[in-house]
């Protein structure tokens, strides 16, 4: 008498679990390594958050917030220089506009940092998410034990 194994395939989902898995670790990897690439950049920029700004005063700007933090105190500073006027506002002969406009550079270059810092956090969360449906996928389909086949389903197999 003949054996013939039957067995479910849950082959497909497992292979998708892990492919999902890898997919997450090369997200984190990936958002991780921009997160510490900006904050190095920014840190070699020797930027130093003002003294008088709402937080992280004296600090090295090579965090978001403390990116943040410098971006809003040069508005403030900015506009103090310009008698409350932004470069739009400003006469093109004002020479004040050269300092509203060095101030709105400042500002874009911050913010933009802020943005890659937000990019890259995003990327994380994204590979976790990944990480975890991996994960999932995986323990929700098992491998399958390799049961024997009944004498019913032999006979059917043979037909």
């Known amino acids: 008498m003949s054996t ?5 395939s849950n082959r497909f989902v497992r292979i998708s679990g ?62 103090d220089a310009t008698g409350g006027k932004t470069y739009a506002e400003l006469d093109k002969e004002d020479p004040l506009r050269a300092v509203a406009m060095n101030g709105s550079f400042l500002r874009a270059s911050l913010f933009t940092s802020v943005v890659a810092f937000g990019v890259a956090a995003l990327v994380v969360g994204i590979g976790a998410v990944f990480a975890l449906v991996g994960f999932a996928l995986r323990r929700l389909a098992p491998v399958a034990p390799v049961l024997p086949a009944t004498a019913d389903e032999n006979r059917l197999a043979s037909v």
Not at 4 to 8: D, F, N, R
């Open 18 to 79: 892990l492919l999902a898995i890898i997919a997450g670790a090369v997200f984190i990897i990936a958002g991780g390594v921009t997160w510490s690439a900006v904050s190095s950049h920014l840190a070699a920029e020797n930027i130093t958050v003002s003294e008088d700004a709402a937080a992280f005063g004296g600090q090295t700007v090579d965090t978001p917030w403390e990116a943040f933090a410098q971006a809003d105190i040069i508005n403030h500073h900015a506009l």
């Open 4 to 8: 013939q194994l039957v067995a479910p």
